[in-house]
């Protein structure tokens, strides 16, 4: 073999080392801020239940991270309360975070819940490291340069059928087009198709008869359409539902006045907005500290129509007064 063959030969070995060493410590090289574990509680929550969400994360020991109040949502699960951390030593000098978030699953069966995102940028010379709430951020724009952001991936929970539907499980899932189109009819699906004729027919006498008890009320001319939301709710509260036994009619229709109201604010916010969009829309128009009080009441008037929460009079009037607090100090269009 020549010299330069030689020589060749010894530079080739050379490199294929260096580069398998350097993939080998970017593979161990950790990223600067992971999920370890999350556990929830309780363990398998009901459709329509409010569950806590704990998470573990670990971050490098001279990072500055912002953690959001609200989680991103997916598509069967959502944030429903602002969260909350707190900071303890971890391996080899990192940081570990013990974060909590609520959230509420809109789905039966496997659900993926939703996701965090999470900003960072190196600590600044004689900074302590650490969490921040996400709202600094924009407080001080100017002292976050090179902010970097990540999306973690949390994984899924088992929501449950709610309690009062406790062996009704066949009758809410779906049923391949062959079966119901062809020869094997079930009788679990004849069930729920009678069962929702029902349904229906009673909901729909129901909503006669409310809208009998409570007309709508009528735009005044020369009145603005904050004031006409906030006589609107001073009249339902006047009708007493939430201390009868009405408690869903109560929440559903003062959430409506808030709906009614964010339409006539901004035509493109339709009353087909899921409540979390509505409130998402809200808080990107307003920033997040108008909606902090805001999200978890209408979070909870969702509980009241679609699960089992029934609030006490004394709650329901508490929640009616945020909603009233919050349209009362709308900044003006």
């Known amino acids: 073999m020549s010299l330069r063959a030689l020589d060749g030969l010894v530079l080739g070995c050379a490199l294929v080392l260096a580069n398998a060493t350097a993939a080998e410590t970017s593979a161990q090289t950790p990223p600067p801020i992971r999920l370890v574990a999350f556990t929830n509680e309780p363990r398998e929550p009901e459709f329509g239940e409010v569950f806590e969400l704990d998470l573990q994360l670990r971050m490098a020991p001279d990072l500055v991270a912002f953690l959001p109040d609200t989680l991103l949502p997916a598509p069967d699960a959502f944030n429903a309360g602002r969260g909350r951390w707190t900071t303890e030593p971890g391996p080899a000098d990192s940081i570990d975070i013990r974060a909590t978030y609520y959230v509420i699953g809109v789905l039966n069966g496997g659900v993926e819940l939703p996701t965090l995102e999470v900003f960072m940028r190196p600590a600044a010379p004689g900074e302590t490291p650490g969490p921040r709430r996400a709202v600094e951020l924009t407080a001080a724009p100017e002292a976050n340069v090179g902010i970097t952001s990540t999306v973690l991936e949390i994984g899924g929970v088992m929501v449950q059928v709610p309690s009062e539907m406790a062996g009704q499980e066949a009758a809410i899932d779906p049923r391949p087009p062959a079966d119901v189109l062809g020869g094997d009819w079930s009788p679990w699906l004849i069930g729920a198709v009678a069962v929702g004729a029902v349904a229906a027919v009673l909901l729909v006498g129901i909503f006669v008869a409310w809208r009998r008890s ?51 604010e901004e035509p493109d916010w339709k009353l087909a907005l899921t409540s979390s969009e509505l409130v998402s829309r809200i808080e990107g128009r307003f920033g997040p500290g108008l909606v902090e009080k805001l999200r978890p009441v209408v979070w909870s008037a969702e509980r009241v129509k679609f699960g089992t929460h029934r609030p006490t009079p004394a709650a329901a009037e508490q929640d009616w007064t945020v909603i009233r607090d919050w349209i009362r100090a709308l900044p003006e269009a």
């Open 214 to 264: 409570t007309p709508p009320s009528v735009p005044v001319v020369g009145v603005s359409s904050r004031a006409e939301a906030l006589a609107e709710l001073e009249r339902l509260l006047a009708l007493g539902w939430h201390l009868n036994g009405r408690v869903e009619e109560f929440y559903d229709a003062t959430t409506r006045v808030l709906r009614q109201l964010s339409e006539r």
